[in-house]
Structure formats: C-alpha cells, structure tokens
Nanobody, 119 residues
Framework: QVQLVESGGGLVQAGGSLRLTCVVS????????MGWYRQAPGKQRELVAT???????NYADSVKGRFSISRDSAENTVYLQMNSLNAEDTAVYYC?????????????WGQGTQVTVSS
C-alpha cells in the first residue's frame, strides 16, 4: 500500500493563496506519477494537476497559470501551490499516486482536504 496524507486546506478569501501538501509513505511500490484532483459538491472528481516521475507536469485549463505542482523527493512530499483562488476552486482536494509493482499498476488516494474560497 501507498499511504497519502493531505494537509493545508482551509478557508481563504477570493484572490488569496493556499499550499496543499501530500506526504507519501515509503513503500515497496514504484511511483510513476503523483496528482491532485478535486471534487466540488454535486460534481465529478476532476484532475487539477499531475507530475510524473520524469518531471512532466500537466494542468487543467481552469488552473493553468494559477496553480503549480511540485515535489520534494527527499521528503517524499508533493505540493500544490494555489494562487489567485476563486469561488470555483472550492472543493475537496485529493492527492493521488499512480504506482507500480511487479508490472501491475495501482492507484492510491488520500483522504482529501477541504478548500473553501469565499467571494
């Protein structure tokens, strides 16, 4: 298993910033990619940003230029820096790990952290 623990969510005013943190437990799995997803009330979970083990990033169009995904390999931590937040960014944010072991692929999720942006 790969355990993911998110933190850093909270209440922020529109235009403000937050940084989410996802601590990844060390395990026997190889991590191919890490990502942040979000789910707003009544909506499906959607991709926010991903970061491959090779350093390639991908962002949803709605967050490009405002959000940034990064990692600290030494600390086994992935971050999501969120700037210029608006009410549409309100959601539960989940950390996701795409892992692999013995040629089998796995997906692990964190428990989520709430981000609320007040307008």
């Amino acid at each position: 298993q790969v355990q993911l623990v998110e933190s850093g969510g909270g209440l922020v005013q529109a235009g403000g910033s937050l940084r989410l943190t996802c601590v990844v437990s060390r395990s026997i799995f190889s991590i191919n990619a890490m990502g942040w997803y979000r789910q707003a009330p009544g909506k499906q979970r959607e991709l926010v940003a991903t970061l491959t083990s090779g350093g390639i990033t991908n962002y949803a169009d709605s967050v490009k230029g405002r959000f940034s995904i990064s990692r600290d390999s030494a600390e086994n931590t992935v971050y999501l820096q969120m700037n210029s937040l608006n009410a549409e960014d309100t959601a539960v944010y989940y950390c996701r790990s795409d892992a692999e072991r013995l040629s089998r692929r796995y997906v692990f999720w964190g428990q989520g952290t709430q981000v609320t942006v007040s307008s």
